[in-house]
């Protein structure tokens, strides 16, 4: 800097000498301006630093004044000004520009990062080189990789002159190693001992042996995380006064490792005295009373006086005071060891929402996000409505992310906009099949399944499937808003029917003809009700190696079915999303039945729940349990075979193969060949008792720990379906015989459907049990 200073003052003194040789010190009205010297920079550059312009009348002073200006603009390495009859003519020369930098050796500083520092500095290609600058540079790197504990960093840079007045410049990084923390020393200490104080930090010593894992690395930002943990937990355990003294980072002399020495004074423990609230309270005192999590008695805790200021905003703002503050505090009693607490209210002005506005929704209409909203333009804005508002847009399943702001209108201290940014992720699944078997011969098939058909927020879904044997069809459509109170209406039809003089059927086989129609009532913001009826028409034909249970059934029943059918359920759900949720739960409880004037006569009843358990650090524990039974009703004994419950597969007991588990043909001969043909791999029957459950932990996906699209877990599945009744003999049921698989899989939200891997394996396997080590499934969510 001093060198600088001297340059400059050498500058001024040669600028003043040259034009008072020119002028003899006398002062003249300048007629025109001429620059003289420039290469690269344009002559507006000069003239934006410069302080004459034509027209002026200058002297020694101006013209000093002029030579600091251009040499303070950092342009120049030299300035010389001087007089041409009434012109003055200001020679410059230019500093040279950066025409090439190159960055080597950086990782754990993000290239385009780095760049983006030196451009806000001024150090970029196409920029005017300033040592300084440089060197200015090169000591902040260094301080960053020191705050990292790279003491062993190292900085060379490198300016190699280039032709026509540039430089190309070379920023060489060793970044080194980071030191590993030796010992971690908490001094004064009495209360909580330090092996209890260093469990709570992130930073660990390194244990010998033990090169895994991050935390024995030292950082100065993790290092102030810890004692920030440190400070909050005096605090919350009663430790009003407690403070750090000191805290020292010593590092050995090859760098390579550091000692922490942290001195603590921790004061006495206090309790909480009086609570009171005080301010201007806009509501009645009584309403915020409750809210009073913190109580006279208790152990102070300020992690519960925070807490209760929370809640008393969050009421003010339900209010209309959205932008409310509530300030806690505390006040110290020496004598009796106790804190009295003030909150103190300033509610401001009561406030309304004038508009609400969606950003983010390019393919999802505006009217299928205002239908979900609780707040309403020209109310008061309530801060519990907005996020019911943002919770009901995210249970969509349309959407990865949902935020809510709240900005004030300009010009108005009681007006504020609902600002709603979403994000949408796919939300269906769209498939297309040509194959070839033995058996049916060229097969092409299509399906698609969008739950948010051309953003109108309906459900579509359709499938085609066609072979030399069978062709099969199938539609759907929901609509959540039939009407506009929230009356819902979907409706499906399909057909399937398979050519049995081509085909080679093993057990037996069944052509379908049916639709239903659905109407759903919401009874609250969380749970509704639905009801529906449908007909089914079943024509069953029998195969080479049917089951005996199934012969007798179709021999007593017949072959043919028709069925009017009656459904109803209830279900519930605080789920944060609508597709891989992670916090909430839900369950759903329905019934369906053919009624009276139906051929055959049957109830079947079912219950599936969920719920999310958070644990720390973004794990999450996920319960899932299904339970189902059927069975006949009036003259009839059994549920039909076709209306049986199954299991296994994805979404059921993984490991095992899809509708492979449950009971078996008792005698799979079939009698009416002579000789009777014994099935060498009988069908699986299902059964009308349905038992499932499953435990999920979700972990961060190692390369993807923050994506909402992308979902890894273990899992530990069981289940089994039974027969509660085989020829009019009762059957027990043997908690034995459910079956297990532990594994690993994972879940991507793609742009053709949600795509779900799993490895798995069988934890007790019996013989006959089918067993699948990696199941795939497209359009499905679990």
Not at 524 to 540: A, H, K, M, P, Q
């Amino acid at each position: 800097m001093r060198f600088v200073l001297v340059i400059l003052a050498c500058a001024w003194l040669a600028g003043t000498a040259i034009f008072q040789a020119a002028v003899a010190s006398e002062r003249f009205r300048v007629s025109d301006v001429r620059i003289e010297g420039l290469q690269r920079l344009p002559v507006d550059r000069v003239f934006s630093a410069l302080p004459i312009q034509s027209g002026d009348m200058v002297g020694t002073a101006e013209v000093a004044e002029a030579v600091r200006r251009l040499y303070a603009s950092g342009d120049f390495e030299d300035v010389q000004i001087g007089r041409d009859g009434d012109q003055l003519v200001v020679l410059v020369s230019e500093r040279p520009s950066v025409a090439r930098l190159e960055i080597k050796g950086n990782r754990s500083i993000d290239e385009n990062a780095l760049r983006q520092g030196l451009r806000d500095a001024g150090l970029a290609e196409g920029e005017v080189f300033r040592r300084a600058t440089l060197e200015m540079i090169s000591g902040e790197l260094q301080r960053q990789y020191v705050a990292q504990g790279r003491y062993d960093a190292q900085i060379e840079t490198e300016a190699v002159p280039l032709p026509r007045n540039r430089v190309a410049l070379n920023i060489d990084i060793y970044e080194g190693s980071p030191a590993r923390i030796r010992d971690i020393n908490i001094v004064g200490n009495e209360v909580f001992s330090d092996r209890e104080l260093r469990g709570i930090f992130e930073l660990r010593p390194r244990r010998p042996f033990w090169p895994f894992g991050s935390r024995h690395r030292y950082s100065r930002e993790r290092l102030s995380g810890d004692l920030e943990r440190l400070r909050s937990y005096y605090l919350d355990r009663g430790y009003i006064n407690f403070s750090m003294e000191s805290t020292q980072v010593g590092v050995t002399p090859d760098r390579s490792e550091v000692y922490i020495t942290i001195n603590v004074d921790e004061g006495k423990r206090y309790r909480v005295g009086n609570v009171e609230l005080a301010g201007d309270i806009p509501i009645d005192e009584d309403q915020l009373t409750p809210l009073l999590v913190i109580q006279e008695g208790q152990v102070f805790s300020q992690q519960l006086a925070t807490y209760t200021a929370d809640l008393l905003t969050r009421r003010l703002g339900n209010e209309g005071y959205s932008f409310a503050q509530v300030n806690d505090f505390p006040e110290v009693n020496e004598d009796d060891e106790t804190v009295n607490i003030t909150f103190y209210v300033d509610p401001g002005r009561k406030v309304y929402v004038r508009r609400v506005n969606f950003s983010g929704n390019v393919k999802t209409q505006d009217e299928v996000l205002r239908r979900e909203l609780r707040q309403f333009e020209g109310a008061p804005a309530n801060t519990a409505l907005i996020d019911l508002s943002r919770q009901r847009l995210q249970r969509l399943g349309y959407f990865g992310l949902v935020d809510a702001d709240t900005p004030r209108v300009v010009g108005a201290e009681d007006l504020v906009d609902v600002d709603f940014t979403v994000e949408e992720q796919p939300s269906g699944s769209i498939g297309a099949n040509i194959g070839y078997s033995e058996a049916s011969g060229a097969i092409f098939g299509a399906s698609v399944s969008q739950n948010n058909f051309m953003g109108t927020g309906n459900r579509v879904s359709f499938a085609i499937s066609r072979s030399d044997i069978r062709e099969s069809y199938s539609f759907s459509h929901f609509n959540p808003y039939y009407t506009l109170d929230g009356v819902s209406r979907g409706f499906n039809l399909y057909y399937s029917k398979i050519d049995f003089g081509r085909a080679v059927v093993a057990s037996y086989a069944a052509d379908r003809l049916g639709g239903a129609v659905n109407f759903g009532y919401p009874i609250s913001e969380t749970s509704r009700l639905d009801f529906g009826v449908g007909v089914d028409n079943i024509d069953i034909t029998v195969g080479d190696f049917v089951a005996i249970d199934i012969l007798r059934f179709l021999e007593a029943k017949g072959y043919e079915f028709n069925f009017l059918k009656a459904n109803a359920s209830w279900q519930k759900s605080t789920l944060n999303r609508g597709i891989l949720p992670d916090r909430g739960w839900s369950q759903r409880a329905g019934i369906e039945a053919s009624v009276p004037g139906s051929d055959y006569l049957f109830y079947k009843l079912t219950w599936s729940g969920q719920r999310y358990f958070p644990m720390a650090r973004n794990w999450t524990l996920r319960a899932r349990s299904d339970i189902g039974y059927g069975d006949g009703y009036g003259d009839e004994r059994v549920l039909p075979f076709f209306e049986n419950f199954y299991a296994g597969g994805i979404g059921s007991v993984r490991g095992y193969r899809s509708r492979s588990l449950g009971v078996r043909s008792p005698a799979a001969i079939f009698e009416f060949q002579n000789p009777p043909v014994q099935d060498p791999d009988p069908d699986p029957l299902g059964g009308n008792f349905l038992v499932e459950g499953s435990l999920e932990l979700i972990f961060p996906t190692p390369f993807a720990p923050d994506s909402r699209n992308v979902r890894t877990f273990l899992f530990l599945d069981g289940g089994q379906v039974f027969e509660t009744e085989v020829q009019n003999a009762r059957f027990d049921f043997d908690a034995d015989e459910i079956r297990y698989a532990a594994g690993v899989g994972l879940t991507w939200l793609t742009a053709i459907g949600p795509l779900s891997f799993n490895f798995a394996r069988p934890l007790n396997k019996q013989s006959g049990d089918d067993t699948e080590f990696f199941q795939f499934s497209l359009g499905q969510v679990f």
